[in-house]
């Protein structure tokens, strides 16, 4: 006995268990305009919303391209911020580099830094250390600590050579910026020339998340290069000046 073939259609849940999510995206991605002539089905459709009331599907769409207009907007505020905070930052490195060039002495390169950083508005509190070293002569105001104790408190920044931005204990904050307990995050930047860590720059900053570990720290090693140079000229001429002169027989 022969087999009937069956001529019945599939069902609609046959057909559609056929039919996969990413083909039905593809089409409609490739016929964008599939709905225009499809008006019964668009108003059909309806999709769950999160105050559990059920919306069109032309609700939704509206709802997706507001959402994605404001985050649009919320990245070009941030790369507004961004270049607002680089202009700043260009703004007084420029003028640091033309008042460090003016400087006639260690105390005064020390000073001066210290002032122009303490003028951004991004900068809390600054504070410069020296390493000490033979025939350095400053101020009592500047501060100098030995090259071993450095290495013992900021030993990634001194090992690495690299600024180290984020936060800091109570007890580290206090000895960097005595007397400013209101520092949350901090930027450590090493002065540097020619490879060699000559002292310690670093700044604060009210808010817990300014100085982060995601932050560009281009312009602060610039600068720690900057005033490490500066430093280092400054350094020589002393150490000429203070050398005794040869006597003729």
Same mark, same amino acid.
């Given at each position: 006995?022969?087999?009937?073939?069956?001529?019945?259609?599939?069902?609609?849940?046959?057909?559609t268990s056929t039919l996969a999510?990413?083909?039905?995206?593809?089409?409609?991605?490739?016929?964008?305009?599939?709905?225009?002539?499809?008006?019964?089905?668009?108003?059909?459709?309806?999709?769950?919303?999160?105050?559990?009331?059920?919306?069109?599907?032309?609700?939704?769409?509206?709802?997706?391209?507001?959402?994605?207009?404001?985050?649009?907007?919320?990245?070009?505020?941030? /790369?507004?911020?961004? +270049?607002?905070? !680089?202009? @700043?930052?260009?703004?007084?490195?420029?003028? $640091?580099?033309?008042?460090? #060039?003016?400087?006639?002495?260690?105390?005064?390169?020390v000073e001066v830094a210290m002032?122009?950083?303490?003028?951004?508005?991004?900068?809390?509190?600054?504070?410069?250390?020296?390493?000490?070293?033979?025939?350095?002569?400053?101020?009592?105001?500047?501060?100098?600590?030995?090259?071993?104790?450095?290495?013992?408190?900021?030993?990634?920044?001194?090992?690495?050579?690299?600024?180290?931005?984020?936060?800091?204990?109570?007890?580290?904050?206090?000895?960097?910026?005595?007397?400013?307990?209101?520092?949350?995050?901090?930027?450590?930047?090493?002065?540097?020339?020619?490879?060699?860590? /000559?002292?310690?720059? +670093?700044?604060? !900053?009210? @808010?817990?998340?300014?100085?982060?570990?995601? $932050?560009?720290?281009?312009? #602060?090693?610039?600068?720690?290069?900057?005033?490490?140079?500066?430093?280092?000229?400054?350094?020589?001429?002393?150490?000429?000046?203070?050398?005794?002169?040869?006597?003729?027989?």
């Open positions: 006995m022969s087999k009937q073939v069956s001529t019945a259609k599939p069902t609609a849940s046959e057909a999510a990413e083909d039905v995206v593809a089409y409609l991605r490739e016929n964008p305009d599939f709905f225009l002539e499809q008006e019964d089905l668009l108003a059909d459709l309806l999709l769950p919303h999160e105050s559990g009331k059920a919306i069109s599907l032309l609700e939704r769409q509206v709802t997706i391209l507001r959402e994605r207009g404001i985050e649009a907007r919320q990245k070009l505020n941030n /790369l507004l911020e961004n +270049a607002r905070n !680089n202009d @700043q930052l260009f703004d007084t490195t420029r003028n $640091l580099v033309l008042a460090l #060039l003016r400087a006639r002495d260690v105390t005064e390169i002032d122009q950083l303490s003028n951004h508005a991004n900068i809390d509190a600054c504070e410069i250390i020296l390493l000490d070293q033979p025939e350095l002569n400053v101020a009592p105001s500047i501060r100098v600590e030995p090259l071993s104790k450095m290495k013992q408190e900021y030993a990634d920044v001194i090992r690495l050579k690299r600024t180290h931005c984020g936060s800091l204990d109570s007890a580290q904050i206090n000895a960097l910026f005595p007397g400013n307990c209101k520092i949350k995050s901090t930027a450590l930047c090493p002065v540097i020339n020619n490879s060699e860590v /000559l002292a310690l720059l +670093a700044l604060g !900053n009210q @808010q817990e998340n300014y100085f982060n570990i995601h $932050l560009d720290t281009l312009f #602060l090693d610039f600068i720690g290069h900057v005033v490490g140079a500066v430093l280092e000229r400054q350094l020589l001429t002393d150490s000429t000046d203070a050398a005794p002169v040869a006597q003729d027989a």
